[in-house]
């Protein structure tokens, strides 16, 4: 069983920075793609960032310029370095990668609050 564990959220003010990580153990050959989401309160999942296994990435248009999404395959671990950020990035954020032949996994979700 594949299991990803967030860290690296908590509380900071507007303008500042968090980096987030999400690493990946268990049966795992190789990870397709790896992805942040993130929930508020009283709204819908939705894609944050996205890099595929040859390093693509893709963003929303909310995060574009502020956010960067990465991977070391070899430690098999996503990051998100979150810079300028806004109340508006206040949310759960969930890591999700596609582990090649088995299926999509999903973390725990991590706390990020940012205060005006």
């Known amino acids: 069983q594949v299991q990803l564990v967030e860290s690296g959220g908590g509380l900071v003010q507007a303008g500042g920075s968090l980096r987030l990580s999400c690493a990946a153990s268990g049966s795992i050959f190789s990870i397709n793609y790896m992805g942040w989401y993130r929930q508020a309160p009283g709204k819908q999942r939705d894609l944050v960032a996205g890099i595929t296994s040859e390093g693509s990435t893709h963003y929303a248009a909310s995060v574009k310029g502020r956010f960067t999404i990465s991977r070391d395959n070899a430690k098999n671990t996503a990051y998100l370095q979150m810079n300028s950020l806004i109340p508006e990035d206040t949310a759960v954020y969930y890591c999700?990668?596609?582990?090649?032949?088995?299926?999509?996994?999903w973390g725990q979700g991590t706390q990020v609050t940012v205060s005006s």
């Open positions: 999700e990668m596609t582990v090649r032949g088995i299926g999509d996994y």
